[in-house]
């Protein structure tokens, strides 16, 4: 499944109207990637062993998982990730993650239903970005929101940095995790 990535669109304005504020370019829209074999390292290198809560649970791709439900995915080298989910009532599971949409290969389960040594296939899977309005070359803090199924975790801290050519890094320690491109924009804005 190939990911469905926001086209570039570069929107360049010239000054105009006399205001009182300067002339600034942010990130028109917020970014969204879909998940799969070739992006899927992006989902663990940006959410890696940050506990993502899914308040009403996860109900997509064949499992049934009680709210709240934390899941919390561990890159182990590679194309290996592991996962843990720790539902409602103390129930847990454990076991591979992989990617082609999201898969969840059960290795131990104590979640009725849930059943250990299937794979559970959820093949809408998303990393959301909230970069909109987001400063061209100024490092922010948005929101970053891992989305199964259309149950979207509660969203997590993270800090990007939206370059000139529209392209989106997500900043995770020493690291940057390039995002598909989002339209850019040019705005007045107050102040400098």
């Known amino acids: 499944m190939l990911a469905s990535l926001t086209a570039v669109a570069f929107v360049a304005a010239c000054g105009g109207g006399g205001g009182g504020g300067t002339t600034t370019s942010v990130a028109g829209s917020n ?47 590679g194309n290996s990730q592991s996962f843990s989910i720790s539902a409602a009532g103390g129930v847990t599971a454990t076991g591979a993650m992989s990617y082609g949409s999201c898969k969840f290969t059960i290795t131990a389960s104590t979640i009725p239903g849930v059943v250990v040594g299937t794979t559970y296939t959820i093949t809408t899977c998303n990393l959301e970005v909230t970069s909109s309005g987001t400063r061209i070359g100024d490092p922010a803090t948005v929101d970053a929101i891992f989305d199964l199924g259309g149950f ?22 020493n690291s940057t995790i ?13 102040g400098t």
């Open 31 to 77: 970014v969204a990637m879909a998940v799969n074999a070739t992006t899927g390292a992006v989902i663990t290198q940006t959410f890696n062993g940050d506990p993502l809560v899914f308040a009403s649970g996860i109900n997509a791709g064949g499992m049934s998982i009680p709210g709240p439900a934390t899941l919390t995915i561990t890159d182990t080298g």
């Open 152 to 173: 979207k975790a509660s969203p997590r801290k993270k800090s990007i940095l939206v370059r000139t050519d529209g392209t989106v890094a997500v900043l995770v320690g």
């Open 178 to 190: 390039n995002l598909p491109t989002v339209q850019l924009t040019v705005k007045t804005v107050s």
